[in-house]
């Protein structure tokens, strides 16, 4: 949600005919319930600048490449409170959604230069460039990409000088819980990068305290 303006392994197997059968791996640390925090830089030419974030996943469906939840900036400075936002994600799997975005004003060459930044899509790249990852067998890699979309802000208007009209690039890593990503959106700066890393909160079910999603 920036403001508004006009870690490397190889795959275990690279299949060649994977039939769209794939399923990444089934990870603990990407579960409901389970919180990140970190930070999202938000710097642009004229100032550096990086965002507290809390994330907390509300639903997972591996099995379909879909999970959602929460996402919280807390030191937004044009802000009075917590900017809260409900994101939904797509899981890279190869069977419902590819390396290739289709929408939200990204090209296959956007897509290319967003992944590229992740050291662990190095060993896919070859395959992604021919036709975005259909032919790879991603069911024991030990990362997990994804693309996260804010739908709406939870507890704050549309007036709060902040968009959600771009996405975000996402890279989680099963070994450790971590979680990496880049936002893309033409109008705003390029390349601001989140880093979150898993808390050890207990994963029984979020309580949004004083903010109620849609």
Not at 8 to 28: E, F
Not at 95 to 110: H, L, Q, R, S
Not at 139 to 156: D, G, L
Request: charged residues 20%; aromatic residues 14%; glycine residues 8%.
């Amino acid at each position: 949600m920036p403001v508004r303006v006009a870690e490397s392994s190889a795959p275990s197997q690279l299949s060649g005919s994977n039939c769209g059968q794939t399923s990444p791996p089934a990870c603990s640390l990407l579960s409901v319930g389970q919180a990140f925090s970190g930070t999202q830089n938000v710097s642009s030419l004229q100032k550096d600048e990086a965002w507290r974030v809390n994330v907390r996943i509300q639903g997972c469906d591996l099995e379909h490449g879909y999970l959602c939840g929460t996402m919280e900036a807390l030191n937004v400075p044009m802000a009075d409170t917590p900017v809260v936002t409900f994101w939904e994600g797509e899981i890279v799997d190869t069977k419902n959604y590819t390396f290739f975005t289709g929408k939200w004003e990204a090209t296959p060459e956007d897509d290319i230069r967003h992944w590229t930044k992740f050291p662990s899509f190095s060993a896919l790249q070859s395959h992604v460039e021919v036709d975005g990852g259909k032919s790879l067998d991603l069911s024991n890699y030990q990362y997990i990409f994804m693309r996260w979309k804010e739908q709406y802000f939870v507890n704050v208007g549309t007036d709060c000088g902040l968009t959600i009209a771009g996405f975000y690039y996402v890279c989680f890593s099963c070994s450790d819980g971590s979680i990496n990503g880049f936002y893309y959106d033409p109008n705003s700066s390029p390349f601001q990068k989140l880093e979150l890393k898993s808390t050890n909160e207990g994963r029984q079910g979020f309580s949004f305290s004083s903010y109620e999603l849609r």
